[in-house]
């Protein structure tokens, strides 16, 4: 055993691949968190005991309609998603936002302070709708490879949140699978 036993299970942090869940909530949870320990560790919670999470978290539930009565995934999909807009990596916009609301609620997010993406008020036209300036930013942050997605939860309001380009087929698969939809914002 001795010195070379000790070595052989230490791994260099450099070399690491982000660890990948098998279930696909919290794999999107995991992207869209940038692996946020705490947020990780309370959709765990939200996914393994559904009940429990939905009775500690009851008046979130029905402030937008759902009740334990809506499926097990429904309640996960709505948990999850809620716990990224507390935790500032997902915003929620109704669709008659105006466009400073839309501006606050967007450079508020985590993600977008995390990478310095620059948002001005000039590139914006108040009278546009969400899509809209869900295009332009798009369009703005293109070269940073960054983009503005959405969570659709079958209401009238916009669940934004910034990810990679690259990672947005993953995100899209991934609700998919588990029956729900991520897109870019510009397409909700």
């Given at each position: 055993?001795?010195?070379?036993y000790g070595r052989q299970g230490k791994r260099n942090p450099d070399t690491q691949e982000e660890p990948?869940?098998?279930?696909?909530?919290?794999?999107?949870?995991?992207?869209?968190?940038?692996?946020?320990?705490?947020?990780?560790?309370?959709?765990?919670?939200?996914?393994?005991?559904?009940?429990?999470?939905?009775?500690?978290?009851?008046?979130?539930?029905?402030?937008?309609?759902?009740?334990?009565?809506?499926?097990?995934?429904?309640?996960?999909?709505?948990?999850?998603?809620?716990?990224?807009?507390?935790?500032?990596?997902?915003?929620?916009?109704?669709?008659?936002?105006?466009?400073?609301?839309?501006?606050?609620?967007?450079?508020?997010?985590?993600?977008?302070?995390?990478?310095?993406?620059?948002?001005?008020?000039?590139?914006?036209?108040?009278?546009?709708?969400?899509?809209?300036?869900?295009?332009?930013?798009?369009?703005?942050?293109?070269?940073?490879?960054?983009?503005?997605?959405?969570?659709?939860?079958?209401?009238d309001s916009y669940v934004m949140f910034l990810c990679q380009k690259k990672s947005l087929k993953k995100?899209?698969?991934?609700?998919?699978?588990?029956?729900?939809?991520?897109?870019?914002?510009?397409?909700?």
């Open positions: 055993m001795g010195f070379f990948h869940y098998h279930h696909p909530l919290l794999e999107i949870v995991r992207i869209v968190s940038s692996s946020n320990p705490e947020v990780l560790d309370s959709a765990r919670k939200c996914i393994k005991n559904t009940e429990k999470y939905y009775q500690k978290h009851r008046e979130d539930y029905e402030a937008r309609g759902i009740s334990f009565r809506n499926s097990p995934a429904a309640l996960q999909w709505i948990g999850c998603i809620d716990l990224l807009i507390h935790n500032q990596f997902a915003c929620e916009c109704d669709w008659s936002e105006e466009l400073s609301g839309f501006l606050w609620a967007v450079s508020d997010l985590k993600n977008v302070k995390r990478h310095s993406l620059e948002i001005e008020e000039n590139w914006f036209q108040p009278r546009e709708s969400i899509p809209q300036w869900c295009e332009i930013l798009d369009k703005k942050w293109e070269k940073s490879g960054y983009v503005i997605a959405a969570f659709d939860i079958n209401s995100l899209k698969t991934l609700a998919e699978s588990f029956g729900f939809r991520i897109d870019l914002s510009m397409n909700m």
